[in-house]
């Protein structure tokens, strides 16, 4: 069992603006993982047994659910804001409660970052990341060491409102951003609750293996194609200094069709190495980069601010407004391996 208190007030005032609110926005942030996905909806589909029969509850993402999480249960109630942009800045301005989920603070949002802070609705914080900016929300909840939000959210609505909202559909939700929030419990999970949680979850009867087919065998045969070029002609691996990286460009990324969640993932390949104890994935966007950062010991999480990102201790990440080639200069920097030469890709190694 999770073993840290909420605060009482905080659960009330909670509870009652669930009640109170005639109109619920829930918010996850850009480029949306498996734990935005699987809180989203599975908070959604609790305050659907909650919330007064006249509210409306709208589940938004920036640039809509990843097609890799389509399956989730009612997934098509997820706007995007890329597509619907109108709509989202609508229902953003009519909430009267507004829940953010699995981001820190507004400008994880990207571009609705001032629609949620022009937003006249109560706002609850609900997040497992550092640093939560205190004066964006009137309500936090956030533990940064536990799992993942998914977690949090089960815990959470278990002391608000018992189980009786749990059910299959919610349970596949929260425990699919569970267990992809933790590598499939290979990280982020040394707390027994992390595991709690997911019997629980599993309880419902939700098929944990058609969940695992559903998050790892879903390959297209170019994002395969994509991942051998990448670790034959992308993989840049310095022994001595520990560390691995992967580098593409939007040429890489056009060359094979494949975009940012396509290399969900990847950027783990850099830790199978035995060797490797830091790694790093960069992906360039139009007129920005993306860096992921991972680590087998490492505090990436302090790499990261250093980029204006932040995350966690063993898993972070940042947007670079700067060149790919600068962006990539300063990640070399930052791990300690600028100017040093790689092994050779078609060099075999012992």
């Known amino acids: 069992m999770y073993n840290k208190e909420f605060d009482s007030q905080h659960l009330a005032t909670f ?17 949306a993982d498996g734990d935005a996905c699987g809180s989203l909806l599975g908070m959604t589909l609790q305050l659907d047994q909650v919330a007064t029969k006249a509210a409306t509850i709208t589940p938004i993402l920036p640039n809509g659910c990843p097609r890799n999480f389509l399956w989730l249960p009612q997934a098509e109630r997820i706007l995007s804001g890329e597509k619907q942009l109108a709509l989202c800045q609508e229902r953003i301005a009519e909430a009267d409660l507004i829940i953010c989920l699995d981001f820190n603070c507004a400008s994880r949002i990207d571009f609705l970052q001032d629609d949620l802070r022009n937003a006249k609705a109560r706002k609850i914080l609900v997040d ?8 964006e929300f009137q309500l936090i909840f956030s533990d940064p060491d536990i799992s993942s939000t998914s977690e949090y959210v089960v815990w959470l609505t278990q002391t608000l409102w018992g189980c009786k909202f749990f059910n299959c559909d919610v349970a596949r939700c929260l425990y699919t951003g569970l267990r992809t929030d933790t590598g499939g419990f290979a990280f982020s999970c040394s707390q027994p609750s992390c595991f709690e949680a997911a019997a629980l979850l599993v309880a419902y009867d939700i098929n944990p293996a058609d969940i695992h087919n559903h998050i790892v065998n879903t390959f297209t045969i ?19 200094q520990h560390v691995a990286l992967f580098a593409f460009s939007l040429e890489d990324q056009r060359r094979f069709g494949v975009g940012g969640e396509d290399m969900e993932g990847l950027v783990n390949y850099t830790l199978m190495m035995s060797d490797i104890h830091t ?3 960069l992906r360039e966007e139009e007129g920005r980069t993306k860096v992921s950062l991972r ?3 490492k505090d990436v999480n302090s790499l990261a601010q250093q980029l204006g990102g932040g995350g966690h201790t063993k898993a972070a990440g940042a947007t670079c407004m700067m060149s ?4 990539l200069l300063r990640v070399q920097q930052l791990l300690g391996v600028q100017g040093l030469q790689p092994i050779d890709n078609n060099t075999l190694t012992a």
């Not at 509870?15 to 480029?31: F, G, K, R, T, Y």
Request: glycine share 4%.
């Open 279 to 281: 790694g790093a994935l």
């Open 295 to 297: 680590s087998k010991s």
């Open 324 to 327: 790919f080639e600068e962006t």
């Open 222 to 240: 170019n994002r395969m194609r994509f991942y051998g070029f990448a670790i034959s002609q992308r993989l840049q691996v310095y022994p001595t």
């Open 128 to 135: 497992h990341h550092h640093n939560p900016a205190e004066q």
């Open 15 to 31: 509870h009652q603006w669930c009640e109170d609110a005639c109109h619920i926005v829930l918010l996850s942030h850009m480029n």
